[in-house]
């Protein structure tokens, strides 16, 4: 293979998370661009249904931070605001989880949620980050190879 194509698959094979929804700035972000932020770290265990207890140690920006700097569509100043704001996280094989703002929100559940960029030492540049929720036990929402997390302010007029 020549040298510029197996560049070309080297870049494909980058994994990007696409911000999107109610957000100022909307992006694509990639696993390098979220060492730009404050790197948090967590070790963890959690419950999983099918394969027992699980240890792993990630690395990552919080989920706050990240999604705080796409300028979400809530007035900061009126804390009411953000309690109608949903996240909605993908990942590659389609599993879903859903989360309120408030969850991750310093002014409310203050979860230290990470949005991973490595575990157990490994960069996740290509497998995605992963999402990591030191205060769950079950292990289901640690959302791997996220692929787009949606910021929803829609029900704020429901019903
Ligand atoms: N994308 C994706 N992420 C996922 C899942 C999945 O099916 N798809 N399963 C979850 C479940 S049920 C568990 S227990 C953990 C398992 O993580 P591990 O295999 O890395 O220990 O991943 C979670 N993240
Ligand atoms: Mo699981």
Do not use: N
């Not at 109610?22 to 249904?49: H, K, N």
């Amino acid at each position: 293979m020549s040298r510029t194509r197996a560049a070309a698959r080297t870049t494909a094979a980058v994994a990007e998370v696409v911000l999107a929804g109610d957000l100022a700035r909307p992006s694509r972000l990639t696993v390098a661009d979220l060492l730009g932020w404050p790197q948090q770290q967590a070790e963890v265990a959690f419950e999983c249904a099918t394969s027992g207890v699980r240890h792993h140690r990630f690395t990552g920006p919080l989920l706050h931070d990240v999604l705080s700097a796409a300028g979400p569509g809530f007035d900061p100043a009126r804390r009411k605001d953000r309690l109608r704001f949903l996240i909605a996280l993908t990942g590659t094989d389609g599993h879903h989880s859903l989360m309120s703002w408030a969850e991750i929100d310093p002014d409310f559940g203050r979860a230290p949620v990470l949005l991973a960029a490595t575990i157990d030492g490994a960069p996740l540049d290509r497998a995605g980050p992963q999402l990591v929720l030191p205060q769950d036990r079950c292990g289901a929402r640690y959302v791997s190879g996220i692929t787009a997390i949606r910021v929803d302010g829609g029900y704020r007029s429901w019903p």
